[in-house]
């Protein structure tokens, strides 16, 4: 009597290994950020650039005129606020006469805690200044601000809708 012993093929060697390593990846990504779910809340404003008054919190963004498009001198906008599991935060953006985003300014964000303040004040900087030099919402997140950078975000692209362009 001759026994033949069948290997396994590669394929099935591996897929067991991909897909608990795939479920075990998305079970991780969930318990490290459970509802991260982000609520715009209120109404879009336009104001004038000589109506602006501020209660930034946040040092302002400074004023970047783009190439070519004139000076930051069109309207102004305030979004609604982005609410997240940690707070509420709210841009306020600044347009060229000829409608490009030239200034992004963070009106109110998390800063009850000493974690968030931390966060936010390392963090939001960096999301204002890559909003106008893309001049749009589409902006890279900053490590350990995903939360915020997800608020952000929905924030500025609910001003950029509600902009006409």
Known sequence: MVVVSKKPTLSRQIFPAVALTV???GFISQL?????????????GAVTPSTLATNTTLAPSPVIS???????????????????????LQLQATFTK???????????????DDKSLSINQS???VYNQEATEAGNAQIAV????????????????????????
């Open 23 to 25: 479920i075990g990846v």
């Open 32 to 44: 490290d950020n459970p509802g991260s779910e982000v609520v715009l809340e209120g109404a879009i």
């Open 66 to 88: 783009v190439e070519g498009s004139g000076t930051c001198d069109g309207d102004v906008v305030t979004g609604p606020t982005a609410v997240f599991k940690w707070g509420g």
């Open 98 to 112: 000829k409608n490009v985003l030239c200034n992004v300014t963070v009106l109110n964000y998390p800063n009850e």
């Open 123 to 125: 963090a939001l900087p």
């Open 142 to 165: 900053v490590s350990g601000a995903t939360d915020s950078w997800r608020a952000y975000t929905a924030g500025l692209q609910a001003i950029l809708d509600a902009h006409p362009a």
